[in-house]
């Protein structure tokens, strides 16, 4: 489901509805049981952004891949009118960053929480990923970091249906919120936050405890609590909320568009 909602999302930050995906799997030798909840994830994940699962790819190469291992590929076309496209060039100074809760670390930063987690367990001599600290309530540490990505489709699209006025948008993922909110902006706009405006996961907290990262290097490497973002006039900020709530989708008041060189202002140091 990874797979398919990093693809539809990215998709969605242009305004696009997802139309179709198609999948790719390499692997030493195709086990049959391991490919059906492979495609059963990709097929959920196409369900909830309501595009086609069209086909796909698989390729046995048993001298490239060690026993068990596969990789994993796919691509998602969407459509969308061109005078309806969100490229930035909408977004004004005063505009209010809206900003959808994630379902925890999605699909991005596992280098450094592999890191962590590992040295996590060569310190306390215990199983890492079946690790169940106190601060996550009881789960364990596979079960929370395997959480899977957030498909905002469908509620954005239908925002965007009820007249809502998004100008931009941005999935919120490798780099975190100060690498890819800049991306959605005009000439000479940055953007105010405000890191205290948002409830941050246990899991990131928990992952700057055990690993010793910096608040700053956490918000350069994960989401922190915010899978995506939308831009709208501050008259519509309120209505931006109360409509995601209704849909299911925790939303917060995270900053506003400021005059600026294409910045991130407020993030923790």
């Known amino acids: 489901m990874d797979l398919v909602a990093m693809c539809v999302n990215d998709v969605l930050t242009s305004g696009a509805q997802p139309l179709f995906f198609l999948d790719y799997l390499a692997?030493?030798?195709?086990?049959?049981?391991?490919?059906?909840?492979?495609v059963a994830g990709i097929a959920q994940?196409?369900?909830l952004a309501g595009c086609a699962l069209l086909g796909g790819e698989t390729a046995e190469m048993p001298g490239f891949y060690k026993p068990g291992e596969y990789d994993l590929?796919?691509?998602c076309v969407?459509?969308?009118?061109?005078?309806?496209?969100?490229?930035?060039?909408?977004?004004?100074?005063?505009?209010?960053?809206?900003?959808?809760?994630s379902q925890g670390v999605h699909s991005n930063g596992f280098s450094l929480v592999r890191k962590i987690v590992s040295e996590s367990a060569s310190d306390t001599g215990t199983s890492n990923w079946d690790a169940c600290p106190e601060m996550l309530?009881?789960?364990?540490?596979?079960?929370?970091?395997?959480?899977?990505?957030?498909?905002?489709?469908?509620?954005?699209?239908d925002a965007l249906g009820s007249g809502i006025e998004i100008r931009t948008?941005?999935?919120?993922?490798?780099?975190?919120?100060?690498?890819?909110?800049p991306r959605c902006l005009s000439v000479g706009q940055s953007v105010q936050i405000d890191p205290t405006s948002w409830?941050?996961?246990?899991?990131?907290?928990?992952?700057?405890?055990?690993?010793?990262?910096?608040?700053?290097?956490?918000?350069?490497?994960?989401n922190m609590g915010i899978g995506f973002v939308v831009i709208v006039p501050p008259t519509q900020a309120e209505q931006t909320l109360s409509w995601f709530e209704s849909q299911g989708i925790?939303?917060?008041?995270?900053?506003?568009?400021?005059?600026?060189?294409?910045?991130?202002?407020?993030i923790p140091e």
């Open 27 to 38: 692997t030493s030798q195709l086990n049959s049981e391991q490919l059906t909840q492979v």
């Open 45 to 47: 994940g196409c369900r």
């Open 73 to 75: 590929a796919g691509f």
């Open 78 to 101: 969407g459509i969308v009118e061109k005078s309806q496209m969100l490229d930035g060039s909408k977004v004004q100074v005063g505009d209010v960053a809206i900003g959808l809760a």
């Open 137 to 157: 309530g009881g789960n364990s540490l596979g079960e929370v970091l395997l959480t899977p990505t957030q498909i905002y489709v469908k509620p954005v699209l």
């Open 169 to 181: 948008m941005a999935h919120i993922t490798g780099g975190g919120i100060p690498e890819n909110l």
């Open 199 to 222: 409830v941050i996961p246990q899991i990131f907290r928990w992952l700057a405890q055990a690993g010793d990262v910096s608040a700053k290097e956490m918000f350069n490497t994960f």
């Open 250 to 266: 925790t939303a917060y008041t995270i900053g506003k568009v400021i005059e600026g060189t294409g910045e991130v202002l407020g």
